[in-house]
């Protein structure tokens, strides 16, 4: 069974950048779609960034050109690297992993997730 802890949260300022990692134990699958999603308080939870099996990675348009994903498959790691964060990006982040090659719609109860890291940006 495969495990993903995140860490890398905390608390910045607007316009700071944080990396936020994702590591697989006892490893990732590369070849499968991966992704991000943030849950603020109150507010449902919604899709950040995906990666698929070929490495095109996908943004929500709120993040993108900001936000960056990658996977280091040595490590069995993922990455999502934040840039010029804003209070509006405050929420407790997610990584998870799907069992397909291509990203599909949305997760499914096949999805594996982790326990999340909160980030939270101030202005």
């Known amino acids: 069974q495969m495990q993903l802890v995140e860490s890398g949260g905390g608390s910045v300022q607007a316009g700071e950048s944080l990396r936020l990692s994702c590591e697989a134990s006892p490893y990732f699958y590369a070849r499968y779609c991966m992704g991000w999603f943030r849950q603020a308080p109150g507010k449902e939870r919604e899709a950040v960034a995906h990666i698929d099996g070929a490495n095109v990675a996908t943004y929500a348009d709120s993040v993108k050109g900001r936000f960056t994903i990658s996977k280091d498959e040595d490590r069995d790691t993922l990455y999502l690297l934040m840039n010029s964060l804003q209070p509006e990006d405050t929420a407790k982040y997610y990584c998870?992993?799907?069992?397909?090659?291509?990203?599909?719609?949305?997760?499914?109860?096949?999805?594996?997730w982790g326990q999340g890291t909160q980030v939270t940006v101030s202005s």
């Open positions: 998870t992993t799907y069992r397909a090659y291509y990203c599909p719609a949305g997760p499914t109860r096949d999805n594996t």
